[in-house]
């Protein structure tokens, strides 16, 4: 009963560093999300995934990178880390559809970027 | 674009208390429409939606929304507030891209503190 699954829970970093977070998926989900949690800001999406091998922008993408190599897995590339990028990061999944599928959320890698 | 606003950051009520969590949305076409919870340290988790049909909607946990079409509102509704309801919520829509999938926008969240 393992749902969204992300890893590290917590990191810190000193800029310029490089990290990659991993987000893995027991649903067989098609869509797949990357969104930063920052206080008065609710959720911005950074990088989505509509199936195995598909990557698409979000809202805030700029400095990271993704990929989808393996439906279950979609991971989110800091290239350099930088202060402003310290965040809480949420992955999620849905079912593809046409009716509105609810989001499952993992519970969040802590990023601090010194 | 679509869009979601939450105009409280914070709601208080008292425990046993009716507790009311706004939402505005701005959509062309028909809107999808969801309620997430988060607590500490945790995740967001799914308490209802909206996609067509009776306006009242029933989640989990007693919540329930309803959907104002007149007024472009979902609001979040409970008839009797738990401490244990005290916890930070998500209003959120759903977008439609230009390729044909989707992705959901989200409120900047209301926490609500149940006073007991």
């Known amino acids: 009963n393992a749902g969204v699954t992300q890893t590290p829970k917590f990191r810190v970093l000193k800029t310029g560093q490089s990290m990659t977070l991993l987000c893995a998926q027991d649903m067989n989900h098609e869509y797949m999300y990357w969104y930063r949690q920052d206080p008065g800001m609710g959720l911005r999406l950074i990088h989505y995934?509509?199936?195995?091998?598909?990557?698409a922008k979000g809202e805030v993408p700029d400095g990271y990178n993704v990929s989808r190599l393996k439906k279950q897995n979609f991971l989110l590339g800091l290239e350099s880390a930088a202060p402003s990028q310290t965040s809480v990061y949420f992955c999620?999944?849905?079912?593809?559809?046409?009716?509105?599928?609810?989001?499952?959320f993992g519970d969040g890698t802590r990023l601090s970027i010194l | 674009a679509q869009s979601v606003a939450q105009p409280e950051d914070q709601v208080n009520v008292a425990e046993g208390n009716p507790l009311t969590v706004k939402c505005t949305y701005s959509v062309s076409g028909n809107p999808y429409l969801f309620w997430y919870v988060q607590y500490p340290n945790r995740g967001l988790q799914f308490l209802l939606k909206?996609?067509?049909?009776?306006?009242l909607v029933k989640g989990s946990y007693g919540f329930e929304a309803e959907f104002n079409k007149s007024q472009t509102s979902f609001h979040l509704k409970k008839p009797s507030a738990l401490v244990s309801d005290s916890a930070l919520y998500f209003c959120a829509v759903r977008d439609s891209t230009t390729s044909g999938t989707y992705k959901y926008i989200f409120g900047t969240g209301t926490r609500l503190k149940v006073l007991a």
């Open positions: 999620a999944s849905s079912r593809q559809g046409a009716q509105g599928q609810p989001q499952h």
């Open positions: 909206y996609i067509t049909g009776d306006n």
């Open positions: 995934s509509v199936g195995e091998g598909t990557t």
